[in-house]
């Protein structure tokens, strides 16, 4: 049984990587082959205005602590998105929660499914470890990536059984066990982690998903419906509502409308774009020489890059708009926008960070602010504008936007900041393909 | 086979979506009807396995409780949603191959295409099930219902989105399963279907039985004549 549901989950997969082969094997490589080359020509010229990264060192203490945290913080944020795809509601019902197939098989493609979603944060563990020199500490990457699916999906279903849905009360315990991270020694970490994955594991795999995900379903659908009417959705709305009045009247609906879908999580990558921003943040405590407008033109492109796949996502809905007597022009700056409210804080964060970290006299930390103000806002335009670049394909459009991104930023951050003056015609003939592009969209 | 429903309930905080409800059902066609919200998809899901009974709640196909063994049940059903639910990456034809193998069905080939020839879908075998439309989901979403005939048969809106010829090939199939023995429990809003088809039909409002019988003694006891007026007289808010 379980050979047939992988073989058709196998299928499934095959066919969407079939369906974008030419931008995986083809136009990706190629783009990143091309920023690739300018890049390093770029960086081998002005690589001395560009500055050096602080050498960085920390304990094997302090690593494992930081490591336990963020795994925390993982299971945290991935709380709600996994109890959405875990409980089978009216939203996440699959043909097979229709057809006789037993708990066990179930509990084991969801698991492999778990392991390939996680497949990032072990490659990226590990890349983190070889860039620290670590390789002997190798293995616990793969270990711990190994036995995550199954201690979150058994916490998952323990926590929302026994108690609720809600990710407010995980956050106090969050607070617990930031405290206990701080206070414990770290030679306890282990039998914690050993003790936790034993309960949870064998709890989630004969009661929880056995009998809990059916018995749960219905408290669980009745939260997410509540989720969505909760006053801080409204106050949300409000706030929305609020900045929009900033944009042209005419794209105003559109926008109103993207910024509403992304707080109510129909984007869900704008959470691991602020996971990433944080960590960008975080990494300006090492950052040596390097300028700060360089941690700026990352966080404003992590962020603005939401742009792409919710364009990507909204295809299916995209009858609806030409539908309505909405011009090619309005939809492409609704995006443009989009990505600039998105990337708007990160200037003011990076500034601000820094003067915590080197703080500077007041003319100095104006022209910082400035500068900085202008990076962001040109990457978020650059992303933003070249949205219908991609092919509503979001990897590709990364690509092309980060090439010119790179190129705004040593120009403004590095040469002068009038340079900014450059992006002017490079948006006006992005929204000239745009317009091209969209209208000649095929609507399915 | 025999489907017993007691005391089966569904509760959202403060709303009871659907109060206390027992029944039993036999080599039947019933109809199970109600306005939007009234609990018939909840009940189906209970039936199917998806949705708990509830702590009193048993749901029993012959001896197979519900409750214990879900996919022993899910065996013996074959249930269409409301809404199609396919993978849209794989073709009809991969996608009822699928459902066979999982159902266990032996040498599903020949029943597979007499489900194309039936709904017209032979030329559409090996396009992917993203490029189909509502109507033709739709009828790929009952072939996998129906296919390995089921004993017992839980249709949720069968007939939302399809054309009328396919909604006629649709009732004669239904009646043929019936002759065969299955059991049938459909829910719809049309109600000139109902009215042909059902043997019994149950009224739900707001989660409760406001009545049940044969088309034509609801008819009497409503005294109207259509059946559409008959459950209209049976839902009516009254002052």
New interface residues.
């Given amino acids: 049984?379980l050979k047939?549901?992988l073989k058709?989950k196998l299928?499934?997969i095959g066919?969407?990587m079939t369906?974008d082969w030419p931008t995986y094997f083809i136009l990706g490589p190629v783009m990143m082959g091309v920023a690739f080359l300018l890049g390093r020509r770029i960086f081998k010229d002005f690589a001395s205005e560009v500055g050096r990264i602080q050498p960085v060192s920390i304990s094997e203490e302090t690593a494992v602590r930081l490591a336990f945290a963020f795994l925390a913080l993982k299971v945290f944020f991935n709380f709600l998105p996994l109890a959405r795809r875990l409980y089978?509601t009216e939203r996440a019902?699959?043909?097979d929660?229709?057809?006789?197939?037993?708990?066990r098989i179930r509990y084991q493609v969801f698991y492999l499914e778990q392991l390939f979603r996680d497949l990032p944060f072990f490659v990226v563990g590990s890349m983190i470890l070889l860039f620290f020199g670590q390789t002997q500490m190798l293995l616990w990457p793969f270990t711990i990536w190994l036995f995550l699916p199954g201690i979150e999906i058994g916490f998952t279903l323990t926590w929302i059984h026994f108690w609720s849905p809600d990710r407010r009360q995980l956050a106090g315990v969050l607070f617990v066990m930031a405290f206990f991270l701080s206070v414990l020694p770290v030679v306890q970490f282990s039998w914690w982690a050993d003790f936790f994955t034993l309960l949870l594991m064998p709890l989630g795999y004969y009661r929880g998903f056995k009998i809990w995900r059916?018995?749960d379903?219905?408290?669980v659908?009745?939260f997410m419906v509540r989720h969505q009417n909760h006053k801080n959705k409204t106050a949300a709305s409000d706030l929305i509502h609020r900045l929009c009045q900033v944009v042209p009247k005419s794209i105003r609906p559109l926008l109103r409308r993207d910024l509403i879908l992304t707080a109510r999580n129909f984007v869900p990558h704008v959470w691991r774009n602020m996971t990433l921003l944080f960590l960008v943040l975080l990494a300006m405590t090492t950052r040596g020489t390097i300028s700060p407008a360089v941690y700026c033109a990352l966080g404003a492109f992590i962020m603005a890059s939401t742009v792409s796949p919710l364009f990507s996502l909204q295809r299916p809905f995209r009858p609806m708009d030409r539908a309505l007597p909405l011009s090619a022009e309005q939809v492409w700056r609704a995006k443009l926008y989009y990505a600039r409210l998105l990337a708007l804080p990160v200037p003011f964060l990076v500034f601000g960070f820094e003067m915590m970290l080197r703080p500077l006299p007041m003319n100095e930390g104006a022209v910082l602010c400035f500068t900085l103000f202008l990076v962001g806002l040109a990457v978020a335009s650059l992303v933003g504008g070249s949205i219908c670049e991609g092919d509503q394909r979001p990897v590709l459009q990364y690509i092309v936007s980060a090439f010119m991104s790179i190129l705004a930023t040593l120009f403004i951050a590095i040469f002068n900041p009038v340079m900014y003056l450059l992006i002017f015609p490079v948006l006006s003939s992005l929204k000239d393909s745009a317009i091209t592009r969209l209208e000649n969209e095929e609507v399915l | 086979m025999r489907l017993s429903i007691s005391n089966v309930t569904?509760?959202?905080?403060q709303l009871i979506?659907l109060h206390p409800f027992s029944m039993e059902l036999e080599g039947e066609i019933c109809g199970l009807i109600g306005n939007n919200g009234a609990g018939k998809s909840t009940l189906m899901k209970m039936i199917?396995?998806?949705?708990?009974p509830g702590k009193k709640g048993q749901i029993l196909l012959d001896e197979i409780n519900a409750k214990n063994t879900?996919?022993?049940?899910?065996?013996h059903i074959g249930?269409l949603?409301e809404s199609p639910?396919?993978?849209?990456?794989?073709s009809p034809e991969?996608?009822l191959h699928?459902?066979a193998?999982?159902?266990e069905i032996p040498d599903p080939k020949e029943e597979i295409e007499s489900w194309f020839n039936i709904f017209g879908l032979s030329e559409k075998r090996n396009a992917?099930l993203n490029d189909l439309s509502y109507g033709m989901k739709k009828k790929i979403s009952i072939s996998?219902a129906l296919i390995g005939s089921p004993p017992l048969l839980i249709l949720d809106e069968p007939f939302n989105g399809l054309d009328v010829a396919t909604m006629e090939s649709l009732s004669k199939i239904i009646r043929e399963r019936h002759r065969e023995g299955a059991t049938i429990l459909i829910s719809s809003h049309l109600m000139a279907y109902i009215d042909r088809l059902c043997h019994r039909v149950i009224i739900l409002k707001e989660g409760k039985i406001v009545g049940q019988g044969m088309p034509d003694d609801l008819k009497k006891e409503a005294d109207q004549g259509t059946f559409h007026d008959t459950f209209l007289h049976f839902t009516r808010d009254f002052e």
């Fill in positions: 049984m047939i549901v058709s299928r499934v066919r969407t369906h089978p019902l699959t043909v929660d229709l057809l006789p197939i037993n708990y059916y018995q379903m219905g408290r659908e009745q | 569904k509760r959202y905080d979506a199917v396995g998806l949705i708990s879900p996919e022993e049940l899910k065996k249930y949603p639910l396919l993978y849209p990456r794989l991969e996608f699928y459902v193998e999982v159902r992917l996998a």
